[in-house]
């Protein structure tokens, strides 16, 4: 019969050990940069989605629109 301190003792042991196998499963992680180059996703105009589908000059008219709603004096009619 184990005693309450072997019991401890021995879930510390299992515990430092479940720690020290997922440890060794982890891979390196490198980056391979190319001087000059940017390898990420190429970026598109805000205007280029779907409300609008290019038309900037609507993209536009849209953006000021929605400023002119967060003005607190033309909002409540003074």
Known sequence: M???KT???ALAFG???MMVIAGCG???QVISYKQ???QGKADQP???AAPFNGDKA???RDIRNRTQNQN???RIGS
Request: hydrophobic letters at 40%; aromatic letters at 16%.
């Open 72 to 74: 607190e004096y033309r």
């Open 2 to 4: 184990m005693t309450p």
């Open 46 to 48: 805000p205007y280029a």
């Open 7 to 9: 019991k401890i003792a």
């Open 36 to 38: 000059g180059t940017y």
């Open 26 to 28: 982890e891979r390196p």
């Open 15 to 17: 515990a430092a050990a």
């Open 58 to 60: 609507l993209w536009e």
